[in-house]
């Protein structure tokens, strides 16, 4: 016998995670640990965050997010506007490695990771700006 949920459960239950939070992103480095530490529960609990040190660097907040349903592949998806990480001074000590979407509360302390998005290959630490354009089916697939 199969087991599924239906689209809208998933639709209601994705748009429930993001709706109404404060979503950035972080820019993060290749000594990160936030690509196999998957059961951290705050910010501040990694191992080795290993964000951007390079001058110019901010975290930028997700704008336009967005739930929608993918019937044809039996899945919510989650989507926003494009991010640029923008007026890097290309000094950082390490290549990126990928970007952590996370909930903000109030800092580290009490914010929440939500999704580790890896690069398909290291961004060079000496660029001026790194763009993150998500995937066309959403940043995240929820099935």
Known sequence: M??????????????ALVSGKDL??????TNTTADTERTITLMNAFATLDECDAGGYA?????????????????AE???TDVSFTGLGGDATRDYQGVLIYEHVTNDTDS?????????????NTVSQVDIPWNAEGIVQQA
């Open 2 to 15: 199969a087991s599924h949920a239906f689209h809208e459960t998933l639709r209601v239950a994705l748009n």
């Open 24 to 29: 950035r992103a972080a820019l993060l480095m």
């Open 78 to 80: 989650f989507d926003a």
């Open 112 to 124: 929440i990771p939500r999704w580790w998005i890896e690069f398909a290959s290291t961004e060079s």
């Open 59 to 75: 975290r930028v907040a997700l704008a336009s997010e967005a739930v929608a349903t993918d019937a044809g592949n039996n899945r």
